[in-house]
């Protein structure tokens, strides 16, 4: 298992550095930008991705529904903190951030978290979960004159949060109970709160964006939605 979870790790490291890499080429960031990292945690990716650009730290706007987290990124970064709500507009205007950096998050935007266990039939799961990134999607383009949004591939055979095989295609039910037994046992323990996305749906979600692959032995691992 150590040699497992070290391998994943590995794999990890070197695919955030590689989309940090594509961001970096794609965005022009300097000392006068003003970033917002949206569903940020402690602000450790963004400063990661952000490093030597030049850009003050009173310019990085870390939001996260975990007001913890975002204090403590204040402390260790000097970035501002937003502590935001799981649904509902941010407290900014149209337009007011020249970049807005989404990784991994929006399918995490789904039902409420204290029903994530509960939330077991499929359909109702989906389209609330499809109304909820609707709603988000929308205020990422508000926010952001130019955008980075990055999700896993619904379609990647090993599904991203569990690192099992397949069960992303599982019905919702049967992914609740996996997930409710694997984290018994398994190194990867998670919540079932994800609705993962395909390309077409990012289009939909992102329609004035182009749409990025991301491959792992030619296979589709994830997806970036980029407004330049």
Known sequence: MTFLHELVDRLRTRARTARAAVFRHEFLVGENTRILDIGSEDGTAIARVLAGTGIPPHNVYIADIDPARVHAGQRQFGFVPVVIPESGKLPFPDGFFDIVYCSSVIEHVTVPKKEVWTSRSGRSFRR?????????????????????????????????????????????????????????????????????????????????????????????????????
Not at 159 to 178: D, K, M, N, Y
């Open 128 to 228: 609330r979960a499809e109304e909820s990134q609707e709603a988000f999607a929308r205020e990422i383009r508000r926010l952001g004159k130019t955008y980075f949004v990055q999700t896993p591939n619904k379609w990647f055979p090993i599904e991203s949060h569990t690192w099992l095989p397949f069960i992303g295609f599982a019905p919702r039910a049967a992914q609740v109970a996996t997930i409710a037994v694997s984290n018994r046992f398994w190194i990867k323990r998670t919540s079932p709160d994800w609705h993962l996305l395909t390309a077409r749906e990012m289009r939909t979600l992102f329609p004035d964006a182009e749409i990025r692959r991301e491959l792992f032995l030619g296979l589709t691992k994830s997806l970036m939605a980029i407004r330049r």
